[in-house]
């Protein structure tokens, strides 16, 4: 099974500041189609989560552009080019799987502001 | 606009079984995948299993393999996740999702309100 590693698990960011979070795998994410289904996930407090990126660096309908994803194989990046307040909450990468069917999730990775 | 309405709270006894429900409304049911999501207080994100109906039968973690059983009827856009032999670290929000992409398992665009499970003697 492929097994997702984010770190750091925490980190506190001053507003206007940048952050980052990194997501290995344990195996690259490549599927025999060309894509890469790896995915961010933010999770604010008392919420469901809502999707961000997908496809690695695709942003979804809806999410701030300040908000930006990269990599490729086993290594992934989420990025926040000025963190603002409201970016407060845990964020996940993902990775679907489509043989057999199934999701993997990071252990996720808790954003405070300082 | 798709909506995906779960049942409410339940508070359970260890060996027990509960089953939770996850009806959507708006857009096409049988084609598009829904899948439960856990996550136990304090804690992060577990997938459970999910289900695409026009499939039929639905993949699971094989964590839960053999406790947990997903189904779903057509005819009330609804999809059950059922978990037994309860013990006390089943104590979560159970989520369910739904895919935006029918047939794939993909972006889990729409979500649940969640479903708390307490397990507890």
């Known amino acids: 099974d492929i097994v997702m590693t984010q770190t750091p698990l925490s980190l506190s960011v001053t507003p206007g500041q940048p952050a980052s979070i990194s997501c290995k795998s344990s195996?690259?994410?490549?599927?025999?189609?060309?894509?890469?289904?790896l995915y961010w996930y933010q999770q604010k407090p008392g919420q469901p989560p809502q999707v961000l990126i997908y496809e690695v660096s695709k942003r979804f309908s809806g999410a701030p552009d300040r908000f930006s994803g990269s990599g490729s194989g086993t290594d992934f990046t989420l990025k926040i080019s000025r963190v603002e307040a409201e970016d407060v909450g845990v964020y996940y990468c993902v990775h679907s799987n489509q043989l057999p069917r199934s999701y993997t999730f990071g252990q996720g990775t808790k954003l405070e502001i300082k | 606009q798709v909506q995906l309405v779960q049942s409410g709270a339940e508070v359970k006894k260890p060996g027990s079984s509960v089953k939770v429900s996850c009806k959507a409304s708006g857009g096409t049911f049988n084609s598009y995948p829904i899948t439960w999501v856990r996550q136990v207080p304090g804690q992060g994100l577990e997938w459970m299993g999910g289900?695409?109906?026009?499939?039929?039968?639905?993949n699971y973690a094989q964590k839960f393999q053999g406790r947990v059983t997903i189904t779903a009827d057509e005819s009330t856009n609804t999809v059950y996740m059922q978990l037994s032999r309860l013990r006390s670290e089943d104590t979560a929000m159970y989520y369910c999702?739904?895919?935006?992409?029918?047939?794939?398992?993909?972006?889990?665009?729409?979500w649940g309100q969640g479903t708390t499970v307490i397990v507890s003697s």
């Open positions: 999702a739904r895919g935006d992409v029918p047939y794939y398992y993909y972006v889990l665009e729409v």
């Open positions: 195996q690259s994410l490549l599927y025999s189609d060309g894509k890469t289904y």
């Open positions: 289900i695409i109906p026009i499939f039929g039968p639905a």
